[in-house]
């Protein structure tokens, strides 16, 4: 059974309440761990090597279905939202720069 009120987020308390938060309209994106991107930008600052060069950091897509299949297995009796139809790019961006720099 699903307990609590989330009064730090409507769009948590939507997706529990069975409805569809504004997020749920904002196409799938591109996610990177914070740690990363601090060590990107030191990395930048400190390697003789890096030098005007744009530093693609990208792991993981995000989608809105994630978010409600992360409710569900943490309250498999609850019921939420539908899932919503997303178009997912599957595209590849050349981020092998990045990953050089963070090993």
């Not at 990208?58 to 409710?71: A, E």
């Amino acid at each position: 059974m699903w307990h609590g009120r989330f009064e730090y987020s409507w769009n948590v308390e939507a997706i529990v309440g069975g409805q569809h938060p504004p997020c749920a309209l904002s196409p799938p994106h591109e996610l990177v761990d914070i740690e990363d991107v601090a060590l990107l930008h030191v990395a930048a600052l400190t390697q003789p090597d890096v030098q005007n060069e744009g530093i693609i950091a990208m792991t993981f897509h995000y989608t809105y279905n994630k978010t409600l299949d992360i409710f569900r297995k943490l309250a498999p009796n609850h019921t939420f939202a539908e899932q919503v139809d997303e178009v997912l790019d599957n595209g590849t961006v050349a981020n092998g720069r990045a990953e050089e720099l963070l090993k």
